[in-house]
């Protein structure tokens, strides 16, 4: 498989330590993750990811590097190798990206330990992206994961 270069068109390293960034670059930081993530491009994923990443997702901790960050979205990857992230609506404030998107594929991989199920999905998801000097620091992250499980058949069955 080539490599995407999705990672030189949306990673803004080369911008100098310290200077803030501009609503128009937070927003291009959170659309080239979500480039990346649908390109199955890793390097560039991460390349825009600080060392000391830290997600939250649902309110509860999530991991704290941008390396466990990487590993997370492969493991991801062998779950649904057509998952795909459409972007609904993006807002910015400063540093700081809000986007909504919906999530789609098909769990045709083991993933968390689990054989795929072949079912798809399509849920509903929000991130809050903090953006520093072209690199994410922070992303709280909310999914609706009841119906993520219900549309893989995770939920026991509702005898009423």
């Known amino acids: 498989m080539q490599r995407s270069p999705l990672w030189l068109e949306y990673s803004l390293s080369g911008r100098k330590r310290g200077r803030s960034v501009t609503e128009d670059e937070a927003i291009e930081v ?18 825009l990811l600080w060392d000391d990443y830290h997600a939250e997702v649902n309110g509860a901790e999530g991991v704290t590097s941008g390396d466990a960050e990487a590993d997370s979205l492969a493991r991801y990857w062998r779950g649904f190798s057509d998952g795909y992230a459409a972007e ?29 199920t072949g079912r798809k999905i399509d849920v509903a998801g ?15 992250r909310y999914l609706d994961v009841f119906t993520w499980l219900g549309q893989l058949g995770m939920l026991p069955a509702d005898d009423t």
Do not use: H, Q
């Not at 959170?30 to 390349?47: F, K, M, P, S, T």
């Open 88 to 116: 609904e609506l993006v807002v910015a404030s400063g540093n700081i990206v809000t986007m909504r998107y919906r999530l789609t594929g098909t769990n045709d991989g083991e993933m968390e330990g689990r054989p795929a």
């Open 30 to 47: 959170a659309r080239g993750i979500v480039a990346c993530d649908n390109a199955r491009d890793l390097e560039g994923y991460r390349a």
């Open 126 to 140: 929000c991130t809050i992206f903090e953006v520093e000097e072209g690199r994410v620091r922070r992303v709280f």
